[in-house]
């Protein structure tokens, strides 16, 4: 079985949020984890674009007084987070339902995450382990390439004009 090299962290958040509301089909380890680190870079970034904005504004040149600053004393910057959460809420669920179907799990054991830190961390071990090497009700694997065994030069083709199985040479 061969395996299909990794996609770099950019490609990897790209196809997540390509596939932004698709629950079907299958999601790599990598396609996960690396959406997921994305999306936390982008919120840090945005926490600190946040309160140096805030800090600007109040003048606020202390560290012990920046420490105490709270996005939500500012309305529109919290607007805009809760803006920038909306969009990856839908394409976070999406994933995770994706990388249970890559282990073979039905998407329903998303609503694990209803029950405090026991749902949590048996979701963490599906997320963490191997993806399922061969096809399953999902879908083809996403991580694994199935060698063809047939190297005969006779192949069993439909031909719909007559509607039978024929062996057929191949050119």
């Keep these: 079985m061969l395996t299909i090299p990794p996609l770099s962290c950019f490609d990897s958040f790209k196809i997540a949020m390509a596939k932004y509301c698709k629950f079907n089909g299958r999601a790599r380890r990598s396609e996960f984890w690396y959406f997921k680190l994305t999306v936390a870079i982008i919120n840090a970034i945005y926490l600190l674009i946040a ?45 995770s339902v994706r990388r249970l179907h890559d282990v073979g799990k039905s998407g329903y054991y998303y609503f694990l995450n209803l ?27 996403t991580k694994y390439i199935q060698p063809s065994n047939d190297f005969s030069r006779k192949s069993p083709l439909i031909n719909t004009n007559i509607g039978t199985k024929e062996l057929q040479d191949i050119p």
Aim: glycine residues 4%.
């Design 51 to 95: 309160t140096i904005i805030i800090a600007i504004i109040n003048n606020k040149t202390d560290e012990e007084e920046i420490e105490k600053i709270k996005i939500s004393d500012n309305i529109p910057l919290l607007v805009i987070g809760i803006v920038i959460e909306a969009i990856f809420i839908l394409p976070n669920i999406a994933v």
């Design 115 to 141: 029950i405090p830190v026991i749902g949590t961390l048996i979701l963490l071990y599906f997320y963490i382990v191997d993806s399922f090497p061969d096809s399953n009700e999902y879908g083809p694997s």
